[in-house]
């Protein structure tokens, strides 16, 4: 039996079929058939078990993989990665194949943290590829690392640097902008009055700014005229 079989067993002792119905409503774009009905910490508790075992290496490079907790089992193993080249190399070989926004987004490495100045430039190589959901990745990174002490208006240009008409790419640019908001207003509020953004992006990172609570409603009321209709 292959590595890749006995996980996929694994996987199947701990199916839920509501859940898995649950998780497909959320990821329209993939078929029903690949969700198998795995929990978060279920998943997480096997990356646990797994991490840096030759079982887990196999599986990794085992691609693509099928159903969707195979990837998102995967997302885990990378996120506990502890080499910063092993991770970046195995961020640049995953991304490739990630077809949904729920397996980009669960990928948050904690060694991002802790070395923020060689994320930087890998994020501008993931927001410049043709592949959708490293873009998306990329934009989710900056987003994540770069709106706090570390933000500079830098940030915003890079984001305002992608250009698409990709669904799942325009939202995590709209969810950026609208937390720019919230964290850094002032430097923010220039780009949505200048109307940088294209204008559904625009419309929807003022909406989600709006539904924030760390926005004040000052702030709500001068955002809600800047609507483009």
């Given amino acids: 039996m292959t590595a890749t079989q006995s996980i996929i067993n694994r996987l199947f002792a701990l199916k839920d079929d509501k859940y898995a119905a649950f998780s497909a409503s959320l990821v329209p774009n993939i078929a029903k058939e690949r969700f198998i009905g795995v929990r978060t910490p279920q998943l997480r508790q096997l ?4 991490s840096g075992t030759d ?81 998306r990745f990329g934009l989710n990174m900056l987003m994540s690392h770069y709106l706090g002490d570390a933000f500079s208006k830098e940030v915003l240009e ?48 003022i909406q989600k700014a709006i539904e924030s609570r760390r926005i004040t409603d000052s702030q709500k009321a001068c955002l809600r005229t800047l609507k483009i209709k």
């Fill in 47 to 50: 990356a646990k078990e797994l």
């Fill in 158 to 205: 890079l984001a305002l640097s992608v250009r698409s008409e990709e669904y799942y790419i325009k939202m995590m640019q709209a969810w950026l902008f609208a937390t720019a908001l919230a964290k850094q207003y002032d430097a923010t509020l220039p780009y949505i009055e200048a109307g940088a953004l294209d204008v559904w992006t625009h419309n929807k990172a």
């Fill in 55 to 135: 079982e887990a290496q196999a599986f990794a490079a085992a691609l693509p993989h099928y159903y969707q907790e195979e990837n998102c089992l995967h997302a885990f193993l990378i996120e506990r990665l502890k080499d910063e080249a092993e991770l970046y190399g195995a961020l640049d070989v995953f991304l490739t194949y990630v077809d949904n926004w729920a397996v980009c987004d669960l990928m948050s490495p904690k060694l991002f943290k802790k070395r923020p100045q060689s994320l930087m430039p890998k994020i501008k190589q993931w927001i410049a590829s043709e592949h959708t959901y490293m873009v």
